[in-house]
């Protein structure tokens, strides 16, 4: 069965600092992998997706994943976090093939000016 | 386009009520899923649905019961509510391959007291 580890529960980063949130994921065969984020009081919404091809993915607002198989990995990055990024992220996943997909825990965001 | 629709927004239900919560999608996407979100927890999926006229358990099935109505429509239903059950629900629905993107409605809050 497929899963989610977002090792980061909670992260307080100042304005301009560089970021990264964990995520590795538990599932032997072909991956489908997401970061989605979800600001206060909205739903969620896709940052980014990697199914194929190159492993370092771009998404929007200037973040960026990168998957690495040998290690089970998707971690996000921003190389440097505005006050506005402040939010929920949620790392994805789905086995190739099928359409159930599973969430990680969430890291909440909190960004200091 | 109005995308994924649920209703209500907001629920108080008492202990052993039931009732149905509603989500609608116009982008005439196959898949349709239901996830419940806690503090803590992240989103765990309830049932989804991959085609009309399917329906599959996902993380957290057990007092719930779902409907795929129809290609458009996907039902989640609460027979007897318990304090448990006090959540925010989303939908969510995907079109396409299995590396496309959820995209979900705003939400019901969902009080059991």
């Known amino acids: 069965a497929q899963s989610v580890s977002q090792h980061n529960h909670h992260v307080i980063l100042s304005e301009a600092a560089s970021l990264e949130l964990g995520c590795n994921y538990s599932y032997g065969g072909t991956v489908n992998l997401f970061w989605y984020v979800q600001y206060p009081g909205q739903h969620l919404q896709l940052l980014l997706k990697y199914f194929s091809g190159d492993p370092l993915v771009k998404g929007i607002k200037g973040f960026e994943a990168e998957f690495i198989k040998s290690k089970f990995s998707f971690n996000l990055r921003k190389p440097s976090v505005q006050w506005s990024d402040t939010a929920e992220y949620f790392c994805a996943v789905n086995a190739g093939g099928y359409q159930k997909v599973t969430f990680g825990t969430g890291t909440k965001l909190q960004v200091i000016p | 386009n109005a995308g994924v629709t649920q209703t209500p927004k907001f629920q108080v239900l008492k202990t052993g009520q039931s009732m149905t919560l509603q989500c609608a999608q116009d982008m005439n996407h196959n898949s349709m899923y239901w996830y419940r979100q806690d503090p803590g927890m992240g989103l765990r999926l309830i049932y989804y649905s991959a085609s009309e006229g399917t329906t599959d358990k996902g993380e957290v099935p057990n007092g719930y019961n779902v409907s795929r109505l129809n290609k458009r429509e996907f039902s989640l239903r609460l027979e007897s509510a318990a304090p448990s059950q006090t959540s925010v629900y989303f939908c969510?629905?995907?079109?396409?391959?299995?590396?496309?993107?959820?995209?979900f409605g705003n939400g019901t809050r969902l009080t059991v007291t």
């Open positions: 969510a629905s995907r079109g396409g391959p299995y590396n496309s993107p959820l995209h």
